[in-house]
Nanobody, 123 residues
Framework: QVQLVESGGGLVQAGGSLRLSCAASGRTFSGLGMGWFRQAPGKEREFVAGIGWSGTITEYAEFVKGRFTISRDNTKNTVDLQMNSLKPEDTAVYYC????????????????WGQGTQVTVAS
């Protein structure tokens, strides 16, 4: 079992920045592929960014490339999402997810999810 707890969400003006953090416990963190997803009201949960176990392999959704950066610290069992140049359309609940074998852009491939953290970007 893996427990995931997100933090760092909030209200920010367009063009601003936020840093989300996800703390993991319950299983060897360095063996997990990690992802960030988001879900806006009335929309499907969508992939935002993913990172492999070592942190050297990352992937981003097209709509966040150049603005968001995913990183992990295997000594602290955390994965972060640095979000810059935020836009109102980035408003959503952001979820951290974990799986036991690399990362995936498909939400169906993740076995473990956090409770989510709200990000609201005001125009």
């Amino acid at each position: 079992q893996v427990q995931l707890v997100e933090s760092g969400g909030g209200l920010v003006q367009a063009g601003g920045s936020l840093r989300l953090s996800c703390a993991a416990s319950g299983r060897t963190f360095s063996g997990l592929g990690m992802g960030w997803f988001r879900q806006a009201p009335g929309k499907e949960r969508e992939f935002v960014a993913g990172i492999g176990w070592s942190g050297t392999i990352t992937e981003y959704a097209e709509f966040v490339k150049g603005r968001f950066t995913i990183s992990r610290d295997n000594t602290k069992n955390t994965v972060d999402l640095q979000m810059n140049s935020l836009k109102p359309e980035d408003t959503a609940v952001y979820y951290c997810a974990a799986r036991g074998w690399g990362f995936s852009i498909r939400k169906e491939d993740y076995a473990y999810w956090g409770q989510g953290t709200q990000v609201t970007v005001a125009s």
